[in-house]
């Protein structure tokens, strides 16, 4: 098989080159490197069966010969990069994704969408189930990222039921393990890198906003089941274990005892959404697949992670 992987050089999209090349593809990557890195292809850039191309999936692209999967990873992801880079934020969500369908369409491969939990905005519904239609703030800060992932959610159901493309969309709830950035602005990151300098781990409001974070190995082998299915409505991946922001911190300055961090408290941002679970009812159902990675562990594989990067 052959696999395009857009955002390829990202954090998650690196893992998920990893994967399809283990399981005998040729992946063909794809990234402009705005928030990804080429660091985090190191392992396989070699590789026989792996090649990459530097270029912005906004613009037209071209490739030559048959292609079996296009997976769409492209997209800054973080709020810090996301209000760094707007436009771009919104043009590779909705220009990137026509292009990527466009491609799929054209070569009649399996098209898999990175849609995000955003899509849910600060939710009235929790947990949150597929069916929800979200509470989101079309003209606010967060918007450029949540209405660009909305509007590829709409136009990927489109080719779908238009053009017959085989589609699949994953939600992807709070996701972490190694290749994440240190500053990038993601709060598991943050409080990381913040222990790690001794510097005062900054909490949001009283911290008492609610996450659930799912290690990338058990993302990664949701959305292989996923591309494969024949399920063309959106399926959260994610872990339904619940932590509020101040829990987290603790957990976090309990594995570095050495750290002399402080909690220092601040402003809720604008639309920071205050709970955040998927129900994984569906993605149970339909793929088999639930996490197996366990909070503490993944934490702690992260925290090493971080700790040779620092």
Not at 131 to 146: A, Q
Not at 159 to 171: A, E, F, G, L, N
Not at 225 to 237: C, G, H, K, Q
Request: with cysteine.
């Amino acid at each position: 098989m052959r696999t395009v992987v857009t955002g390829g050089a990202g954090f998650v999209g690196s893992h998920l080159c990893e994967r399809f090349l283990e399981d005998g593809h040729d992946v063909i990557c794809i990234d402009n490197l705005l928030t990804g890195s080429r660091k985090n292809l190191e392992a396989i850039a070699d590789h026989p069966r792996f090649h990459f191309t530097e270029h912005d999936i906004s613009e037209p692209l071209k490739i030559e010969g048959s292609v079996d999967n296009v997976l769409h990873f492209a997209s800054p992801a973080s709020p810090a990069d996301y209000l760094a880079h707007p436009i771009p934020t919104l043009k590779v969500g909705s220009l990137g994704t026509h292009n990527a369908l466009g491609l799929a369409k054209a070569k009649n491969a399996r098209f898999l969408l990175a849609s995000t939990s955003e899509v849910y905005g600060d939710p009235e519904v929790h947990p949150q189930r597929e069916d929800y239609w979200g509470h989101v703030n079309p003209v606010g800060p967060r918007g450029c990222y949540d209405e660009a992932k909305r509007f590829a959610e709409a136009i990927t159901m489109a080719y779908c039921r238009y053009h017959s493309v085989r589609t699949r969309i994953v939600r992807i709830f709070n996701t972490y393990g190694p290749r994440m950035r240190l500053n990038d602005g993601r709060v598991l990151p943050a409080f990381m890198s913040q222990v790690l300098r001794n510097e005062p781990i900054s909490i949001f409001g009283q911290g008492h906003q609610t996450r659930s974070f799912c290690y990338v190995d058990d993302l990664v082998d949701g959305i292989a089941r996923l591309l494969f299915t024949d399920f063309s409505e959106p399926v959260n991946i994610g872990n339904p274990s619940e932590i509020t922001m101040l829990e987290l911190a603790r957990e976090i300055m309990a594995m570095v005892p050495e750290s002399t961090s402080t909690l220092a408290f601040h402003d809720l941002p604008q639309d920071d959404p205050k709970r955040r679970r998927p129900d994984i009812t569906r993605a149970t159902k339909i793929l088999g697949w639930e996490p197996k990675i366990d909070r503490v562990d993944g934490l702690r594989r992260t925290l090493e992670y971080f700790r040779r990067i620092s």
